[in-house]
């Protein structure tokens, strides 16, 4: 009895941890490309706005395609900007990390930039 009772902990404890690797997975998006950016406001601190081809997400209540990035420091937003820009110049694949929803935009944890040849 004992060890069916383990068992059952050890088999509920694997199902938490496959839900929450696969819960993961969601917010991670690949293989986008940028079509737009845009900067949000005139100010320092201030984050942009970027647009991709494909509708990602339902912040909003419908489907979008539009992005936002913040940061604390200056140079980390920077270089997400500069990222950002090369995908959209050089038109290479991004891949994001979403953080939720602020209106009908997608926070954005992290930006990776590839050469899209997958």
Known sequence: MKSLIQLSFLFVISLVYIHGASAEDKNIKDNL????????????????????SKKTHKCGG???????????????AQRKFQLLLAALNYQHKVSIKSLG???????????GISSGSR
């Open 101 to 111: 929803c602020e209106g009908r935009a997608l926070l954005v944890d992290y930006v």
């Open 33 to 52: 490309s940028v079509i737009s950016i845009y900067q949000i406001e005139d100010d320092v601190r201030s984050g942009f706005d970027f647009f991709t």
């Open 62 to 76: 419908k489907l979008s395609n539009r992005h936002r990035s913040y940061s604390d420091h200056k140079e980390v």
